[in-house]
C-alpha cells in the first residue's frame, strides 16, 4: 500500500511568535521549526499502514530549503521518500495554490491514499486536506482519531458532540486527522533512523517539474490583510483607599455599574 | 511544573559557536555525521525529554522504589524508558558502527544527556550506567561477553552497574573484600558484599549486569589485586533461558533525593554458586573500571548542570510572576506591585544560576570535545587532549556538583516558603542534586585526584597545556575592547592558581604529603573558577562574534544576556579566587598537626 503524506512545517508551538513590522506576517528569523504536529500524527499513522500492508511512505512539502529537516525528521521516523516542492512562485501564494502544487505532486506518486493533519497550528487554516481531495477528485474523510484500512477501503472514527462517528470510504482518498499527541502517540525517531534518513531520496522540485502553472498556483486568491496579538489583559482594580466594608461595597456596585456597565 | 528545563538556544550556541564542534564532522571518524544529524538527533532528545521524562519527574520521586519479597520494584515507566531509550539508539549513541553504535560525537551525546538529565535526572540512572557498563564490556570483554550481553544492554531489556563499593570501602577501593575464586572452567566463584549500588537491581529490567571489583584469592594486596568481573544476576544458558546466579538484593537504601533510581545493597555468593566472568586480566581490574568512572564522572558532571538549569529555569519563571514589593526608588503603596524579577538581589540570584549552569555546561562540552578529539583528531595532538581531558574530569565533576548545589538552593531561595513546598519543583531538584558531590568519588576525592595526581603527572605537562588554552583565549578576547578587562582578569586568576600550586608541590616535593594535600578541596574550588572563568571568557568571544555579524533582535538580546552573564561571573564569583589563593599561598598545617581531642567539649 503506497501512502503520500503531505507534511508541512510550523514554528514549534513553543516558539515567541512576533509579529513583523508590515503587520501581517511573523518574524521568522529565529524561530525553531518542526513538523506541524496534525501532520506527525498522519506520518505516524501512514508508518501504521505501512506496517501492516507494506508498500511505501513519500513525505510531500512545499517551502524553501528549511523544510528539508522536517522531511528528514519525517524520514528518520520511518518514511521512505521524500519530495520538496521549493519554487519562489509559491511565496505570495494562497491556501489553494499550495493545495494544487501538492495535489501535483501526489498524481505524479499516484498514492492509494493521502494522508494529512486537519490543519497547522501556524495559520489554522484547514483547507489543504480538503482542497487537495477536490482537486484530485478523491473523497475526503475528515478529522479521524483512528484509522484502519483493508487495502481497498479506509474507515475513520471522528468524535463528534456526545459520540461519535465512523465514516468509511473507497481508496484512494484523502484522510486528515484530528485528535492529539495522547491520541496517536507518534514515535520517536531513533538515532539509526536519523543517519538512515540522510540516504533516502529527497526530490526538490519547481512547479514546472509538476506540470503546474507557476502564475496560477502563485497568485494569491485569499490574502492576509492583517495580523494581531491577543488584547492584553488589563490589570486588576484593588478597592481600598482606606474605605470600610460598607464602603467598599459601595464602591464596588459603583465600578460594576459604571465601569465595567456589568449591572 | 515550570514549561521550561532547559535551553535549547544555549545548547546550539554553546556546542555551534563557542566550541564549533561542526569541525569535528570533517575528521574522518565523524564524518557519517552533520549539523542536521545531530540537529535531529538532539531535536529528538527534546522531544523525549519533553514528552517521556518530565511528565515523570516529580511521580518517579512520590512513588520510591520498594523492596518488596527480594525484589526492588520501581515505577512502570522506567520498563517503557529503557525501552525508548534501546530502541532509538540513545545507549549505543556514541559506539562505534561496528558494534551497533551511531558514533555520535561524545559532545552531541552529552547535550542529549543534558536534556534529559534536566527534564528527570533520575530516570538518566538507568541509562548511563547501562551505556558505562556496555563499553566497560565492548573495551576489555571478551567476545563470548561482547555477544551474549551487548545486545540486549543496548537495547534497554538488561540493566548495567558498577559494583565497587563496600561496607569498609567506599573512598578507600584498596580495602575491598570481595573475593573470587578460580574453578579452572571458565568462571570463578564470587562471594561478597557490594553497597550503593545504583539500579543495581529492578523490576524494570529482564536481567542486571554487575561490573564488579573483586579479589583473586592469592593475588597481591592493595589495589593490585583488583580484578574486574562481569557478574550477572541471572546466567544466560546457550538456550537462551536465564539461570538465577546467586545475586541477592538485600535492601533499597532510603534517599535524600534521586529516589526514582534504586540504590540498593547486593549480596553475592550467599548459596555458593555465583559466577563471575573475568573482564581483561588479573589484577588489572582498577586501571579497566577508571573508563567507566572517568566517563561517569563528567556524566555526573553533566547531570549537575543538567538539574541546576531545570531549577534555574522554574525560578526565571516565577520571578517573571510573582509580584512582590515595589522599587526603592518608588515606594508609594498606592501603585501596583512589582514582579520580583525586578529586585536586583533576586536579579543576581538568577544570574548566579545562570552563570554557574551554563558555565558548567560549556565546561563539560569542552571536556567532551576533547575526549572526541583524542579519539578522533590529528595523531599528533592526542596525547594533548588526553591530558587536558585527565586533567579536568575531576573539575568538570565537582565544578558542576557542588556549586549547583548553591544554584539550586538560590533558586528556591527566589520562591520564598513556595521554594521550600513539595507543590514547587525547587525542593525536589534540591534534594537530587546533594548526590553528585558524593557519588563517583566525593568531591575530596577529586581534590586530592586534581592537585595529588593530574597536577603532577608526565611532569606537569596537563597543567601546562591547560594554562596554554586559557592564554588562548585570552589572545581572542583581546580583539574586543569590551572584553579586554576580563583578560587581565583570567590572566591573575591564572597566575594565583600557578602560584598555589608551586606553593603546593614544595610540600609533596619535601615530602610532606598530608599537608600537600590537605586543602586539595580548596584547590579544587579555585581550579574551578578558573576552569569555568576561561569558559565564561570564550562564551563571550562568541556572543561578541553573534554581535559584530548581523543578527535578529532575538539574537541580540541572547548574545548581550550572555556577556553581562560573563561579566557577573568575572565580577561576583572569580573574586573568590583571592581568597582561596590566600589560603592556599599560606604554610601552615592547620589540619594536619593537631590532636583530635580538640574536638574534646
Known sequence: MNVAVLLKQTPDTESVIRIASDGKSVVTDDLKWVVNPYDEFAVEAALRLKEKHGGSVTVISCGPQRVVESIRTALAMGADTGVLIDDPALEGSDSLGVAMALAAAVKEINPDVVLCGSRAVDYDMAQRGPMVAELLGWPHLAMAVSMESDGKTVTIDRPIEGGKVVLESSLPAVVTFGGSHAVWNPRYASLPGIMKAKKKPLAVKKLADLGVDGSQAGTARVTMTSLEMPVARAAGKVIDGGLDTAGKATELVRALHEEAKVI | ???????????????????????????????????????????????????????????????????????????????????????????????????????????????????????????????????????????????????????????????????????????????????????????????????????????????????????????????????????????????????????????????????????????????????????????????????????????????????????????????????????????????????????????????????????????????????????????????????????????????????????????????????????????????????????????????MDLLGRKVMMKSGRALEFFAGEVQKAIGEAEAFEELKPYCTRLQEALEKCRAATMHRLTFAMKGQMEIFLADATLYLELFGILAVAWQWLLQAVAASKGLRDDCSDRNKNFYKGKLHTMKYYFHYEVVKIQGLAARLLESDALMVEMDNSLFDD
Open chain 2, 1 to 447: 511544573m515550570a514549561s521550561k528545563f532547559a535551553g535549547r538556544r544555549n545548547l546550539d550556541f554553546l556546542l555551534y559557536e563557542v566550541h564549533d564542534i561542526e569541525g569535528l564532522f570533517s575528521l574522518s571518524y565523524f564524518e557519517d555525521h552533520s549539523r542536521q544529524t545531530c540537529d535531529l538527533a538532539i531535536d529528538t532528545a527534546m522531544k523525549l525529554a519533553r514528552n517521556l521524562l518530565y511528565p515523570y519527574f516529580k511521580e518517579m520521586d512520590e512513588r520510591e522504589p520498594v523492596f518488596e519479597e527480594g525484589q526492588v520494584k520501581v515505577h512502570p515507566i522506567v520498563k517503557t524508558m529503557m525501552k525508548q531509550w534501546g530502541e532509538g539508539g540513545w545507549l549505543s549513541s556514541s559506539l562505534p558502527f561496528e558494534v551497533g553504535g551511531q558514533q555520535l560525537p561524545v559532545a552531541v551525546h552529552m547535550a542529549c544527556s543534558h536534556l534529559f538529565g534536566a527534564a528527570n535526572f533520575p530516570a538518566t540512572g538507568y541509562s548511563g550506567l547501562t551505556t558505562g557498563a556496555a563499553h566497560l564490556i565492548l573495551s576489555h570483554g571478551t567476545d563470548e561477553m561482547k555477544d551474549m550481553y551487548i545486545p540486549k544492554m543496548l537495547a534497554g531489556l538488561w540493566q548495567g552497574t558498577m559494583a565497587m563499593t563496600e561496607p569498609q570501602a567506599g573512598s578507600s577501593l584498596s580495602d575491598l573484600a570481595s573475593r573470587a575464586t578460580p574453578t579452572g572452567r571458565g568462571y570463578y566463584k564470587i562471594r561478597g558484599q557490594k553497597i550503593f549500588i545504583s539500579a543495581g537491581d529492578h523490576d524494570g529490567v529482564e536481567n542486571v549486569v554487575h561490573m564488579m571489583l573483586a579479589k583473586i584469592d592469592g593475588g597481591p594486596p592493595g589495589v593490585k589485586g583488583i580484578s574486574l568481573f562481569l557478574v550477572p544476576k541471572k546466567r544466560p544458558e546457550a538456550d537462551g533461558t536465564l539461570e538465577p546466579n546467586d545475586v541477592t538484593a538485600t535492601t533499597v537504601y532510603h534517599k535524600l533525593g534521586y529516589r526514582g533510581c534504586p540504590i540498593t545493597q547486593l549480596s553475592f555468593g550467599d548459596g555458593d554458586s555465583c559466577r563471575g566472568y573475568l573482564v581483561g586480566e588479573p589484577h588489572r581490574g582498577l586501571s579497566y573500571m577508571f573508563q567507566m568512572m572517568n566517563e561517569a564522572r563528567l556524566g555526573v558532571g553533566m547531570q549537575a548542570a543538567s538539574i541546576a538549569s531545570a531549577a534555574y529555569y522554574a525560578s526565571l519563571e516565577y520571578a517573571a510572576q510573582r509580584l512582590q514589593g515595589r522599587k526603592l526608588s518608588s515606594k508609594d503603596p498606592s501603585l501596583p506591585q512589582v514582579p520580583i524579577i525586578e529586585h536586583p538581589d533576586i536579579r543576581r540570584m538568577l544570574f548566579f544560576q545562570r552563570a554557574i549552569t551554563e558555565g558548567s555546561l560549556s565546561l563539560l562540552l569542552q571536556c567532551a570535545l576533547y575526549a572526541d578529539l583524542a579519539r578522533a583528531g590529528d595523531v599528533r595532538d592526542r596525547e594533548r587532549y588526553e591530558l587536558l581531558l585527565d586533567l579536568l574530569t575531576p573539575v568538570a565533576k565537582s565544578y558542576p556538583s557542588e556549586n549547583g548545589i548553591l544554584s539550586v538552593s538560590q533558586g528556591l531561595q527566589i520562591l520564598g516558603g513556595y521554594g521550600y513546598c513539595r507543590e514547587f519543583p525547587l525542593e525536589q531538584y534540591y534534594r537530587d542534586i546533594r548526590i553528585h558531590a558524593i557519588h563517583e568519588g566525593t568531591t575530596g576525592i577529586q581534590g
